[in-house]
């Protein structure tokens, strides 16, 4: 077995350990909603539904999709600008950029990287993650980790997609759910804690039940076989058995939140808000029975104007609930996100 002290009782050079900020808290938030509004009426010109069908079964009124201008950068570099204001900070200080996307259909490179540079976050680290509506508890345990490790000082996680530019609009189960929008949030340096344990994970086990319909060399070399044919190759769209979510995200998501919930040692009638990941409004109903959540607790439902913009839905819904007066800055809140993969991530934070 190894022993950690080894090399220094021998005398042998000693690396210095990096040290952060003793905690880490979100010091601002915001968002960006495209122009365009898709109310479900438009839904009806494309699959056989109903209004009431797509408002009851998903909570749904409207969503928004983004135009040729509303790219992935434009409205995540919207979407930080109003973050970094509230935070109050000057762009250079951002010591690391994180953006979680899988809608960015330029894979190479990083759209981090231009957003960084469109913000002046000067050189600092820009990278991407694809934890779909995982991705901004995903990125918030990255940043936690980077601001109590002393990698940075402050750090700006987006969830941003273009969700419209992969949704088969004549696929019943998937063409009334999706939305565009970026959200974003400053991590940075707090006294006290502000971001509890992030209880993460993923079941690759279960890696088919949302997903890509095909890969895009698939989609391509298909192209290239019906070349001049006149055969129309569809564009690959993300596709979802509904019920095995819908049911795994009943089951195991109300678990994965109390575990949030215990390891921050905080209780459900501690809470100020309640920001699941909009999926879908009954999703959110049955984690609130399961979780014992007091109908003193505010609750995200954002989804109904917005749709599922998967990791953008978390912050948007934050912020318009902090916009509303719903929620109060310092109040705490218990956020989940959970989608393809299967990948999840769920935790408590203190407000902006
Ligand atoms: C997608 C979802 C709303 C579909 O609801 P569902 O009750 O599972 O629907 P089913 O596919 O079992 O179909 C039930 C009935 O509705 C019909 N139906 C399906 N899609 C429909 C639509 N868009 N409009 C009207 N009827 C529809 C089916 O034909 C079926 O009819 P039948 O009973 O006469 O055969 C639901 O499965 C769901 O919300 N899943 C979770 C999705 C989610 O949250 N995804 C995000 C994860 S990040």
Known sequence: MSNPETPAASGAPRI?????????????????????VIPNTEV?????????????????????WAGPEETVA????????????????????????IVATVSHLKQTPAIATEIAQRLGCGTAPAFDISAACAGFGY???????????????????????????LTDVTDRSTAFIFGDGAGAAIVGPSDTPGIGKVIWGSDGSQKDVISQTQAWDTA????????????EIKWPALRMEGQAVFRWAVWEMAKVAQQALDAAGITADQ????????????????????????????????ITETGNTSAASIPLAMERMLESGEARSGDLALIIGFGAG?????????LP
């Open 16 to 36: 210095r350990p990096s040290s952060g900020a003793a905690y880490a808290r979100i010091h601002g938030v915001g968002g960006y909603r495209p122009v365009r």
């Open 44 to 64: 009806l010109e494309w699959i056989d539904s109903s209004d009431e069908w797509i408002r009851s079964r998903s909570g749904i009124a409207e969503r928004r």
């Open 74 to 97: 434009e409205m995540s570099v919207q979407a930080a600008g109003k973050a970094i204001a509230q935070a109050g900070i000057a762009p250079e200080r951002i010591g690391g950029v």
């Open 139 to 165: 990125g918030l345990s990255l940043a936690d980790g980077m601001v109590r490790g002393g990698s940075a000082e402050y750090v700006l996680v987006i969830g941003v997609e273009r969700l419209s530019d």
């Open 220 to 231: 391509f070399a298909k192209e290239d076989a019906v070349n001049g044919t006149g055969t």
């Open 271 to 302: 809470l100020g808000a309640f920001i699941p990941h909009q999926a879908n409004m009954r999703i959110t109903d049955a984690m609130i029975k399961k979780l014992q959540l007091p109908d003193s607790v505010p609750v995200a439902r954002d």
């Open 342 to 350: 299967l990948v999840y991530a769920a935790t408590v934070v203190t």
